[in-house]
């Protein structure tokens, strides 16, 4: 259809990116997410009496910041350092940060992780896995938020994996600042060719569906399945002349899933760029049409980096510290340049394909995976201070026994 809007539109998500362009900052932001599980197995719910709708209120203590839904549901909790939220199948969320020391963000997840143990029934264990230990998505329960339950009519409609990543998966997601737009395009590619890799490093799923997992990277392949048209490789990003307009574009002439646009969320398979047609987007609009994206490698106005599975505090520090060791060094990025020269879309798609099968065995990009995790271990070090550098140990270690913390917990249930 027409869209007479769709210029300023352009320049309206254009505008929000470039508004995240930050010469000086160089900060982590970690967002990990936490699935509760009662030692029996059975899954914590948000309904249960002890379960995370209760968590919450008696968090409060400790965040004080508060934000409620019109049916009285807490959306969002903080203390000013980290906020508190919900995944759909009420998987619990801290977005930690930003910081700029790696100390401050593994004070702020263990202060976490603290305080939820410390008001959970006792048979609660707080978990970060990649996957949930136990059950079978269909049967874990949404939480009461209208955009979840259209998400998952939606999702659920182009395959059973919307559904596992809504319900069953948590990740570890890192997020970093970004100095000018040509420096955000470089991180955006970069990290997308980073992804394979990175996913290989933070497998943390050795149960898929409440079954023994059928390969590795469970997640990837969930991700990669959930809805082909948000997810994944954001297209063109990979080629030299990509622009911020031509990321606008693609989330214009994406299917909105929810829409928005009335004050109500609804289901739309209309493009985002069709609801909008006829007038500009508001910065809020903006912001909820990024979030129903899930691409490996997310723009908001810092760079978004996905593909890690959810992972115990230090390993997730370990994780932020590898990050901030390539993306936050010259000489780390000119390397990445080096390395990942020529690396296309389709690349990217094949590494997934061949790590999900061989893990550590797998050729990516011609090349060894083992020999490109040690090279991005090595980088990273070189490019964190004498203080911060340490914090790579965890991920060090098991990339060094080519081992995942999957593939440990796999070997540990086999023996019992």
């Not at 020391?101 to 593994?106: C, G, H, T, V």
């Not at 202060?111 to 008001?119: I, L, N, Q, R, S």
């Not at 978004?304 to 000489?331: C, T």
């Amino acid at each position: 259809m027409d869209q007479p809007a769709r210029e300023e539109n352009i320049q309206a998500i254009v505008s929000y990116f470039e508004a995240g362009i930050k010469p000086e900052a160089k900060n982590i932001g970690i967002e990990l997410e936490h699935t509760l599980v009662h030692e029996s197995g059975r899954p914590v719910s948000y309904s249960d009496a002890d379960g995370q709708h209760a968590i919450l209120e008696q968090l409060r203590r400790e965040y004080p910041t508060c934000e409620r839904d019109a049916d009285g549901h807490i959306t969002l909790l903080s203390d000013g350092v980290a906020n508190v939220t919900l995944e759909p199948a009420a998987q619990m969320e801290v977005s930690a940060g930003p910081f700029a020391r790696l100390d401050d963000a593994l004070a702020c997840i263990r202060k976490f992780e603290a305080d939820v143990d410390a008001v959970s029934a006792p048979d609660i264990n707080v978990m970060t896995v990649g996957y949930h230990p136990t059950m079978r998505a269909l049967d874990l329960e949404l939480i009461p938020k209208p955009r979840y339950a259209i998400m998952n009519g939606y999702l659920g409609a182009i395959s059973s994996f919307g559904i596992c990543m809504m319900r069953g998966s948590a990740s570890t997601q890192v997020s970093i600042d970004y100095a000018s737009v040509d420096d955000c395009l470089r991180k955006l590619r970069l990290a997308n060719a980073v992804v394979p890799i990175a996913s290989l490093i933070c497998d943390n799923a050795a149960v898929f569906e409440a079954e023994e997992r059928p390969h590795q990277l469970m997640r990837t392949e969930v991700w990669e399945k959930c809805d082909p048209a948000r997810c994944g490789t954001v297209p063109g990003v990979m080629d030299a002349g990509f622009t911020l307009r031509a990321y606008a574009e693609y989330i214009l002439d994406t299917p909105a899933m929810v829409d928005i646009s009335t004050g109500t969320p609804q289901l739309s398979e209309r493009t985002l760029g069709d609801i909008y047609a006829e007038r500009p987007m508001a910065e809020a609009d903006v912001e909820h049409a990024l979030s129903v994206f899930f691409t490996d490698v997310r723009l908001k106005r810092y760079v978004e980096i996905r593909p890690a599975d959810a992972l115990p505090a230090e390993f997730a520090v370990a994780y932020a510290a590898l990050i901030k060791g390539l993306f936050y060094s010259d000489a780390s990025l000119d390397a990445l340049d080096r390395l990942f020269a020529g690396v296309t879309e389709q690349d990217i798609a094949t590494a997934k394909q061949e790590l999900m099968q061989v893990g550590y065995d797998a050729q990516v990009y011609g090349q060894p995976v083992s020999a490109l995790a040690d090279e991005l271990l090595s980088l990273a070090a070189s490019g964190l201070d004498e203080a911060e550098a340490p914090y790579l140990k965890p991920l060090a270690v098991l990339v060094a026994n080519r081992v995942t913390l999957a593939d440990m917990e796999a070997a540990k249930a086999e023996q019992h």
